[in-house]
């Protein structure tokens, strides 16, 4: 779909937002081509849960998450961030957000969704984080009370993020993009190797998930 590049970021081991870079930057510039790319395809058609997911961790899945969560609000969509990266939550530190309720816990009926979803400094951009991780974190992703959570956000949001682990390390990414409307591949430049991504997308197109598309990520 798209190819990101390092070159105007800062390399360090926390998540870059657009919203804190340069209005003109490149990195600005490279997620409103991914948001077009987005738009047309989409055009009439009901993409309203997305899921971002790559073959291994580190490959850019949070990153790409977020700041494109950030492009769409830039639009004028109301976005939902869901953070169901359960073996690796990073997106409350990226935001700043608290992180004692979250997903697992409205999943568990612990907490009211609406009491544990954040604001983010980003004007229409909420934030679920991830919160207690239970043992049973995979069972909670595919359970009943899962779908009740995507039909009620989809009620109140124009576009719903899932950021997820990566595919080829647990199940939860396939669990929760068979849920989703689409699924969108982010795969590390010199990282991802081919047969990693071909096994990736093999592994969502058996759940019959939809792949929209791939973003190579660090391409000089
Ligand atoms: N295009 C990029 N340019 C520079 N750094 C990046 C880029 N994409 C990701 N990173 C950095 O790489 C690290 C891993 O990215 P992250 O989004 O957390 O990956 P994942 O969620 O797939 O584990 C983070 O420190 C992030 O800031
Ligand atoms: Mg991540």
């Known amino acids: 779909m798209e190819q990101l ?94 992180n004692t309720f979250g997903l697992c816990d409205v999943l568990r009926g612990n907490i009211l969704l609406e009491d544990s979803i954040s604001k983010t400094d980003i004007s229409n951009l909420d934030l679920l984080s991830s919160g207690s991780i239970p043992y049973n974190s995979s069972e909670l992703l595919g359970s009943n009370e899962m779908e009740k959570l995507i039909e009620k956000v989809t009620g109140i949001y124009d576009v719903i993020i899932f950021d997820a682990p990566a595919l080829l390390e647990v199940a939860d990414g396939k669990i929760i993009a068979s849920q989703c409307d689409g699924t969108i591949l982010v795969l590390k430049w010199g990282k991802t190797k081919s047969d990693e991504a071909l096994e990736a997308k093999k592994s969502l197109e058996s759940t019959n998930a939809k792949v929209l598309g791939v973003i190579l990520n660090e391409k000089d």
């Not at 950030?70 to 997106?91: F, N």
């Open 5 to 98: 590049s390092r070159k105007s970021t800062n390399v360090r081991k926390k998540i870059n937002l657009i919203s804190s870079t340069n209005f003109y930057s490149k990195v600005l510039e490279q997620y409103r081509s991914i948001r077009t790319n987005f738009n047309s395809y989409i055009k009439g058609l009901d993409y309203q849960t997305l899921l971002i997911s790559s073959p291994n961790s580190g490959e850019g899945k949070s990153t790409i998450a977020a700041n494109f969560a950030i492009s769409l609000t830039q639009q004028g969509r109301r976005v939902l961030l869901i953070d169901a990266d359960l073996r690796k939550p990073t997106l409350h530190l990226s935001f700043k957000t608290d």
